[in-house]
T-cell receptor, first 109, second 115 residues
Framework: SQQGEEDPQALSIQEGENATMNCSYK?????LQWYRQNSGRGLVHLIL?????REKHSGRLRVTLDTSKKSSSLLITASRAADTASYFC?????????FGSGTQLTVLP | NAGVTQTPKFQVLKTGQSMTLQCAQD?????MSWYRQDPGMGLRLIHY???????DQGEVPNGYNVSRSTTEDFPLRLLSAAPSQTSVYFC??????????????FGPGTRLLVL
């Protein structure tokens, strides 16, 4: 079973707009991670937020974590065409990690 | 550092054939894992290892074997390939030990087609 589930499944925006995607999970976590996957490529780590953190920033990325709702959101500000990719959240235990099915983001020029 | 490397990049097999997907990392990471990704889906954990000599099953282990004789290498063996194993396979490593997982470093993937 999948621990993390992202929504929306697909998102299409214009360049310069902000993109928000969400992840919900089922059990308690130590941390939650977000990854990007460009078409046909491996996954690249974007950001990790720990269970005692509520918000974290990295460049144009902003991640929030609400452990009471078991949810996280990833905000990409001022999107670029190069941000077009699939985005996945990663949760789970120390030994068995689980990816969600991902959000496919398309940024139109 | 080369990071996580996988070979081959692409492989075609006939049903019933066996093969080994290679994965190596040069970051001295204890934790290594194998995932498969089917079209339009996330990654599903096949097997993982928390150190040399220690392996365990993930979510979808049937039809696959692994071993971990060294810290660097974590090969994945398909015993008797089936069309349902057509997928993209990713290997990952992480410096994680203990109870908390940290950043996963992924290889470029192996595309496997089973006819």
């Amino acid at each position: 079973s999948q621990q993390g589930e992202e929504d929306p499944q697909a998102l299409s925006i214009q360049e310069g707009e902000n993109a928000t995607m969400n992840c919900s999970y089922k059990t308690s976590i130590n941390n939650l991670q977000w990854y990007r996957q460009n078409s046909g490529r491996g996954l690249v780590h974007l950001i990790l937020i720990r269970s005692n953190e509520r918000e974290k920033h990295s460049g144009r990325l902003r991640v929030t974590l609400d452990t009471s709702k078991k949810s996280s959101s990833l905000l990409i500000t001022a999107s670029r065409a190069a941000d077009t990719a699939s985005y996945f959240c990663l949760t789970g235990s120390a030994r068995q990690l689980t990816f969600g099915s991902g959000t496919q983001l398309t940024v139109l020029p | 550092n080369a990071g996580v490397t996988q070979t081959p990049k692409f492989q075609v097999l006939k049903t019933g054939q066996s093969m080994t997907l290679q994965c190596a990392q040069d970051m001295n990471h204890e934790y290594m894992s194998w995932y498969r990704q089917d079209p339009g889906m996330g990654l599903r954990l096949i097997h993982y290892s928390v150190g040399a000599g220690i392996t365990d099953q993930g979510e979808v282990p049937n039809g696959y074997n692994v071993s971990r004789s060294t810290t660097e290498d974590f090969p994945l063996r398909l015993l008797s390939a089936a069309p349902s194993q057509t997928s993209v396979y990713f290997c990952a490593s992480s410096p994680s030990t203990g109870l908390t997982q940290e950043t996963q470093y992924f290889g470029p993937g192996t595309r496997l087609l089973v006819l």
